[in-house]
Antibody
């Protein structure tokens, strides 16, 4: 079955960076875009961008442009999200999500990774 | 930027009732709309895509309708496991981009 399994909880200090992994299985990794979404009580669900695992092409919304980098390692079917210059407002649950048709909804979600920014 | 607005924010209902949730787009989005259900501590679960197509394994009591700017999620005969938060999502075809509504909480 299709699975997206994310790395565990992170605690970071303001100004630091965090890198979250999303290991996929049960389908052809290169065949489906992966999006990243975060959830906070204040902002709700926020879309952070996507990566095409086949080409490595990425796209980010203006909100996160310059601060987030999405990458992938096709040898281990894993996608990564790195967020830099963390502030308290970046405390959130981060999700990786599969897009079944590149420009569609999210059909499979990772379990989420809690990132807490605290001094 | 398209803004998705859901109403109401909270809906208090009883099991067995029919529930109607609304989602409005700030401009026309055709039928590029999905609905998700989220329970505490879980990731969102897709219910509907293309405004009216049920996702895999979603019971028939969930239905979606609408196009353009006005969309509705209907849950017939609400079950105990349906108490959750529901989100609508607009998606663009190319380049892909997602925008979520703020959610509607369905509570007992």
């Amino acid at each position: 079955q299709v699975l997206l399994v994310q790395s565990g909880t992170e605690v970071k200090k303001p100004g630091a960076s965090v890198k979250v992994s999303c290991k996929t299985s049960g389908y052809t990794f290169e065949g489906y875009f992966i999006h990243w979404v975060r959830q906070t009580p204040a902002q709700g669900l926020e879309w952070m961008g996507w990566i095409n695992p086949n080409s490595g092409a990425t796209n980010y919304p203006q909100t996160f442009q310059g601060r987030v980098t999405l990458t992938r390692d096709t040898s281990i079917n894993t996608a990564y999200m790195e967020l830099r210059s963390l502030s308290y407002d970046d405390t959130a649950v981060y999700y990786c999500v599969r897009d079944p048709r590149a420009g569609d909804y999210g059909d499979y979600w990772g379990q989420g990774t809690l990132v807490t920014v605290s001094s | 930027e398209i803004v998705m607005t859901q109403s109401p924010g909270i809906l208090s209902v009883s099991p067995g009732e029919r529930v109607t949730l609304s989602c409005r787009a700030s401009e026309s989005i055709s039928t590029n709309l999905a609905w998700y259900q989220q329970k505490p501590g879980q990731a969102p679960r897709p219910l509907i895509y293309g405004a009216s197509t049920r996702a895999t394994d979603i019971p028939a009591r969930f239905s979606g309708s609408g196009s353009g700017t006005e969309f509705t999620l209907t849950i017939n005969s609400l079950q105990s496991e349906d108490f959750a938060v529901y989100y609508c999502q607009h998606y663009t075809n190319w380049p892909p981009a997602w925008t979520f509504g703020q959610g509607t909480k369905v509570e007992i």
